[in-house]
């Protein structure tokens, strides 16, 4: 889709949503994401939605969590855009059970659609790129070099702003080890390859917490999550930030962007593993990894 441009007193409203965690089981997950959906149509009312990752729970091959994000997600009214968390896709790093793989891709593609992709949303190009390809060598990660060389040369000097799951910048660095950030080469590669544009900033989600903070003239902003909060004894490990559940509203003109964090009324504040769904899906994993590790 292509928006017209706002006039000063009408800005573009973009909604940014994160790490929905949506699954088959009925729980406060389903039902925090009810209540998101009806804040954002009747009182945030955006002409745009982008999910930053991890649209599914946990599991990145149950196609039931797959069929029930996408039912779900056709509450939202406005158009969204989504790019691919590691729970829906993998890890990039990983080679065992967790690691990201041509499978998942197709899947996550055929529900929700393609990455990296270009949205022009009044003067700004923003751009959807699929942080848990990048350093794995599958093909579809030189795709997507190609795809966003293309992207570059059409978004020119005008201003852009990047989305992916992976913090651009920051480290925050997993429970189980893996890196919480770009690896420095690629996003090098990434400023490279837009070093003719305005760099306002980028935006992630991933690490359930709100926060924000400039490099320069660019901004690095983490989404908060939906779901659920990351469990107390993992977030003193984390980078401060705001541990409260909601979504980011940007509001832009022209070239310029401006950002908000907004609470919605009506989410239930659970932190991972404090709810049924959490038992269910770690038996269901455990036993996927089990198979997996058995077929060697």
């Not at 699954?23 to 745009?48: E, H, I, K, M, Q």
């Not at 990039?92 to 992709?117: I, M, N, Q, V």
């Not at 919480?180 to 760099?199: K, T, V």
């Not at 310029?256 to 609470?263: I, L």
């Amino acid at each position: 889709m292509t928006t017209s441009a706002p006039t000063p007193d009408a800005p573009l409203r973009l909604v940014q949503i994160s790490d929905t965690h949506l699954s088959r089981w009925d729980g406060p997950l389903r039902r925090n994401f009810t209540a998101l959906a009806g804040y954002v149509n009747d009182v945030l009312r955006p002409d745009l939605i982008v999910h930053t990752g991890d649209v599914v729970f946990s599991n990145p091959d149950a196609d039931a969590d797959y069929r029930a994000a996408a039912e779900l997600l056709g509450l939202l009214a406005a158009p969204v855009r989504l790019v691919p968390g590691n729970h829906d896709v993998g890890e990039a790093y990983d080679r065992s059970w967790w690691g990201t793989t041509s499978e998942r891709l197709a899947r996550f593609r055929g529900h929700f659609g393609e990455t990296p992709w270009l949205e022009w949303f009044g003067g700004v190009g923003l751009i959807g790129l699929d942080s848990q390809l990048l350093g794995n060598g599958l093909p579809e990660e030189d795709e997507q070099w190609r795809r966003l060389e293309d992207m570059a040369r059409a978004v020119g000097s005008r201003s852009i702003m990047l989305f992916q799951h992976t913090s651009f910048r920051t480290g925050a660095m997993g429970s189980d080890g893996r890196p919480g950030c770009l690896a420095p080469a690629d996003r090098e590669r990434l400023l490279h390859l837009f070093r003719e544009a305005r760099f306002l900033g980028s935006a992630n989600g991933d690490v359930h917490r709100y926060r924000k903070v400039w490099h320069g003239e660019a901004f690095e902003l983490w989404g908060p999550a939906t779901g659920f909060l990351v469990h107390r004894e993992e977030s003193v490990k984390l980078p401060a930030g705001l541990e409260q559940l909601g979504v980011v509203l940007y509001e832009f003109r022209g070239g310029e962007v401006t950002s908000t964090f907004q609470t919605t009324p009506g989410l239930e504040e659970v932190e991972i593993g404090g709810f049924p769904e959490s038992r269910l899906v770690r038996e269901e994993i455990r036993a996927a990894i089990h198979a997996f590790e058995a077929a060697g």
